[in-house]
Nanobody, 122 residues
Framework: VQLQASGGGLVQTGGSLRLSCAASGRTLSNSAMGWFRQAPGKEREFLAAISMIGGPTYYQDSVKGRFTISRDFAKNTVYLQMNSLKPEDTAVYYC????????????????WGKGTQVTVSS
């Protein structure tokens, strides 16, 4: 399966972006999905996960209440709505799939997508 994240860009502090993760080669309906990010000089970190059936969802504390993960089975796409963005949210964002959302929260990922850059200016 190939995943491609899109929707990144440059936004001011307090702004919003919606990232999309589209799949080709197979359906995502048999996978839990998640979003991660990696800032320069830092390790890749877990942000959000969603179960195979679309719920429940899990979030890292630093993005809880600001970011929302969702999925559209008809479009075979996973989204990350990001609101109230901060400069510390600047990173390359990746989507990923795994066997279950619990595993994804522990970075138990089966496959990664290509990232998309998000830059938040102060």
């Amino acid at each position: 399966v190939q995943l491609q994240a899109s929707g990144g860009g440059l936004v001011q502090t307090g702004g919003s972006l919606r990232l999309s993760c589209a799949a080709s080669g197979r359906t995502l309906s048999n996978s839990a999905m998640g979003w991660f990010r990696q800032a320069p000089g830092k390790e890749r970190e877990f942000l959000a996960a969603i179960s195979m059936i679309g719920g429940p969802t899990y979030y890292q504390d630093s993005v809880k209440g600001r970011f929302t993960i969702s999925r559209d089975f008809a479009k075979n796409t996973v989204y990350l709505q990001m609101n109230s963005l901060k400069p510390e949210d600047t990173a390359v964002y990746y989507c990923a799939g795994g066997p279950n959302s619990g595993a994804i929260t522990r970075s138990g990922v089966a496959y990664w997508g290509k990232g998309t850059q998000v830059t938040v200016s102060s």
